[in-house]
């Protein structure tokens, strides 16, 4: 599974306050960590401070650079905003590619940011929204997943590039939302060949205690369920040796070296 770390956003106060005070010692702290812990990219988010995004997305993008090799996953509704990191990204000479996150099927995301993707040849986190909202059936997530897809064989974007969320909503308010997403995810995946599924953690459960306990078990549902990739804190080491144990288990870890790796290596957490 393909893990993008996501403690390098600025709706986290004490990251919202480091890049305000561009604490670089911060930043490259937590950059440094999450890779160390098995993060595949890392998620750099600025648009707390509208006004001041591109500013303070390009400073950011350079500290991480400058602390990391890891990929990065360029987080931001603003076109502007992805475009300035897509450049900035580009002429540091990194080879791997970024990650866009995200568009919707709103026409001003849609068409402002998918060109991005066709033009840097990069991956994207499309969500299954629109401008009417998040649906409330699997039919209506479909659909909308399918004039992504459409627009992204317009644009020139292959589908192997398009990494859908079908937008997790809390159990709290209804308690079918974890089985409504794990089914929008596969008949996602059914029925567009290709296309690969992603999804951040801590939606399902907001509202509810022991909210950690929750969002273990989710990743490891949805992984049986067919998910590529998680946004998710690799600094969780239970949370990272539940997917370890997971990967093995669903046969995704030929001869469990991975999971192996991660015991010899202390990865595994106080799980016995």
């Known amino acids: 599974m393909l893990i993008v770390g996501e403690k390098l956003n600025s709706s986290i106060k004490r990251v919202a306050e480091a890049i305000e ?25 600025a648009a707390i401070r509208v006004n001041e995004e591109l500013d303070d997305l390009a400073w950011l993008i350079e500290t991480i650079q400058a602390a990391t090799d890891t990929p990065l996953c360029i987080d931001s509704p603003n076109p502007a905003a992805i475009a300035r990191g897509l450049e900035l990204v580009q002429a540091s000479g990194r080879p791997a590619r970024p990650l866009i996150n995200s568009i919707t099927a709103e026409p001003g995301r849609l068409h402002g940011i998918l060109p991005l993707a066709a033009q840097h040849h990069c991956p994207v986190v499309a969500l299954t929204s629109d401008e009417q909202g998040i649906p409330t059936t699997v039919e209506d997530r479909l659909r909308i997943a399918g004039r992504i897809v459409a627009e992204a064989e317009k644009c020139g974007v292959p589908r192997e590039d398009l990494y859908f969320d079908p937008l997790v909503l809390p159990v709290s308010t209804d308690v ?19 296309v690969k599924t992603i999804s951040g953690l801590s939606n399902v459960s907001y509202g509810l205690p022991k909210r950690k306990l929750i969002n273990r078990a989710f990743l490891v549902m949805a992984m049986h369920a067919g998910m590529d990739a998680a946004i998710l804190d690799p600094l969780d080491t239970d949370l990272m040796a539940l997917l370890r144990a997971g990967e093995m288990l669903l046969g995704h870890d030929e001869f469990c070296m991975n999971y192996l790796m991660a015991y010899r290596a202390g990865k595994l957490g106080a799980t016995s």
């Not at 005070?21 to 988010?45: F, H, K, P, S, W």
């Not at 079918?176 to 290709?194: C, H, S, W």
Request: charged content about 25%.
């Open 21 to 45: 005070a561009r604490d670089v010692a911060t930043i490259q702290d937590l950059a440094r960590r999450q890779a160390e812990a098995g993060a595949d990219y890392l998620d750099a988010n």
């Open 176 to 194: 079918r939302n974890a089985v409504l997403f794990m089914d929008a995810l596969a008949a996602i995946k059914a029925e567009y060949p290709g």
